[in-house]
């Protein structure tokens, strides 16, 4: 097991049962790896929750006792919380301490699934998206793209609700 740390399962939270017993998300996840990770990560449109999008063959996060998987949703490095965090702060927090293993915390599912595991419904994130913008009647269908290319030329694109931004870009001819 090559670079691989450890890794454990580990619930977010506890919830009790009706009949007085505990239940744990086992959802959750967490795994501290060597790095380079082999992940490759990605978010939504709004650039706020990040996503597993590759996994590399023979990597400390594939070789993991819990292997991550594509698709997987990033939900704390090393105990900072990033749910709904902007990425270039999770990238902050990925780059810290290079010579130090990375301590992930990982959900698998979907978005829906992890805002709702957690108590944020996306109703709720879509309220605070409308207030950050100013209309309440506002509902995200695009996102507007700027590229300064090597020559230094200011290129706007529009990427879909829902796309996979670096597909878009490559779809655009970004590289």
Do not use: H, W
């Not at 991550?68 to 999770?90: K, R, S, T, W, Y």
Request: glycine content about 8%.
């Amino acid at each position: 097991m090559a670079n691989a740390v450890e890794s454990r399962f580990q619930p977010r939270g506890i919830e009790e049962n009706q009949d007085g017993t505990d239940e744990i998300d086992l959802r959750f996840y967490e795994v501290s790896l060597d790095r380079p990770t082999g992940i490759e990560f990605a978010t939504d449109l709004s650039l706020k929750y990040v996503y597993v999008m590759e996994v590399k063959d023979n990597s400390p996060a594939q070789l993991s006792v819990t292997p991550v998987l594509v698709g997987d949703q990033l939900v704390a490095v090393n105990d900072e919380e990033c749910i709904g965090m902007p990425f270039a702060q999770v990238a902050d927090l990925l780059g810290k301490n290079p010579s130090v293993p990375l301590k992930f915390r990982f959900f698998r599912g979907s978005k829906q699934e992890l805002l709702t595991a957690v108590g944020i419904s996306l109703k709720g994130a879509n309220r605070l998206m409308k207030r950050q913008v100013g209309r309440e009647d506002y509902v995200a269908t695009t996102a507007e793209v700027i590229v300064i290319n090597p020559d230094g030329q200011e290129v706007t694109y529009e990427a879909r609700a829902g796309a996979n931004l670096r597909d878009s870009l490559i779809e655009n001819g970004v590289q």
